[in-house]
């Protein structure tokens, strides 16, 4: 029986999505970019392409250099990790399920051909159309629902709140050019205080609170882009686990994988 999913991306949403199904007995293959820019980079298995592998969770992901690694660190007991931003892997490896967690808030080329079950996470998929199903990731009562017919909520371009806070957790490059940074995920900061730099310009945070997330230092970044996250309750273990959103998409995950499954083949 095939019980390999490809999930599309290697981010913290893509990671607890990864890990749920590896814990269910699935055999996982994530695609990333050469250098992702990950901000939850210590709950992210996208950390495997900067550092070689990454641990979240007691579950080790390894970087895969070509598609004969993938077996190897299957053996291994592991998830690979592999440079493929177009998923040309499923042209050597057939899997029962793609997952597109990219999260682009745009389909950037998943269909319901890649796979016998297709599924979109967040804004732009629909169910029915070009996925087999998609999961919502907007915060709310609906957060981690299977839809099986339609889409999920636009997006907003607001982020989440927590304690009161949403935009202003965010740290957001003011420049464009090259970042070094000063602090570290897991460190407490204060308001104003400088958390990186970037071509000389300080990035500070607008908060006080536990650094959850910063993109890897010596990284290329744009102006405006979201380049870390301050969290106002200050609980560090929160740095080093995945998420209650990530969790709750997963389920979504899960249960779409299940229900497919069970309509194909009647298992």
């Known amino acids: 029986m095939n019980d390999i999913i490809i999930?599309?991306?290697?981010?913290?949403?893509?990671?607890?999505?990864?890990?749920?199904?590896?814990?269910?007995?699935?055999?996982?293959?994530?695609?990333?970019?050469?250098?992702?820019?990950?901000?939850?980079?210590?709950?992210?298995?996208?950390?495997?392409?900067?550092?070689?592998?990454?641990?979240?969770?007691?579950v080790r992901s390894v970087k895969?250099?070509?598609?004969?690694?993938?077996?190897?660190?299957?053996?291994?007991?592991?998830?690979?990790?592999?440079?493929?931003?177009?998923?040309?892997?499923?042209?050597?490896?057939k899997p029962l399920a793609v997952v597109d967690a990219i999260m682009a808030k745009r389909n950037l080329g998943t269909s319901r051909?890649?796979?016998?079950?297709?599924?979109?996470?967040?804004?732009?998929?629909?169910?029915?159309?070009?996925?087999?199903?998609?999961?919502?990731?907007?915060?709310?009562?609906?957060?981690?629902?299977?839809?099986?017919k339609g889409t999920a909520c636009a997006d907003t371009g607001i982020p989440g709140d927590i304690e009161g806070y949403s935009e202003k957790r965010l740290l957001r490059a003011p420049v464009n050019g090259i970042i070094t940074n000063v602090h570290e995920i897991g460190d407490m900061v204060r308001q104003d205080e400088a958390v990186a730099f970037i071509e000389g310009a300080a990035v500070k945070s607008q908060i006080d609170g536990v650094l959850r997330g910063l993109i890897a230092d010596k990284n290329k970044v744009f102006k405006g882009l979201k380049i870390g996250d301050v969290d106002p309750r200050g609980i560090r273990e929160y740095c080093f686990t995945i998420s209650d959103?990530?969790?709750?998409?997963?389920?979504?995950?899960?249960?779409?994988?299940?229900?497919?499954?069970?309509l194909d083949y009647g298992q």
């Open 113 to 148: 051909g890649m796979a016998p079950i297709t599924i979109g996470v967040g804004p732009g998929f629909e169910a029915g159309v070009d996925v087999d199903a998609v999961v919502e990731t907007c915060r709310g009562h609906n957060l981690g629902k299977t839809i099986y």
């Open 7 to 58: 999930v599309r991306g290697a981010g913290d949403i893509a990671t607890g999505i990864a890990h749920r199904l590896n814990k269910c007995g699935f055999r996982l293959i994530l695609t990333e970019v050469e250098r992702p820019l990950v901000v939850r980079r210590f709950v992210s298995f996208a950390n495997a392409m900067l550092k070689g592998e990454s641990e979240v969770e007691g």
């Open 245 to 262: 959103k990530s969790r709750s998409v997963a389920g979504g995950v899960l249960e779409a994988i299940l229900a497919q499954r069970h």
């Open 64 to 93: 895969a250099e070509e598609i004969e690694d993938i077996y190897k660190i299957w053996d291994s007991g592991c998830i690979p990790v592999l440079c493929d931003s177009e998923c040309n892997v499923i042209n050597d490896i």
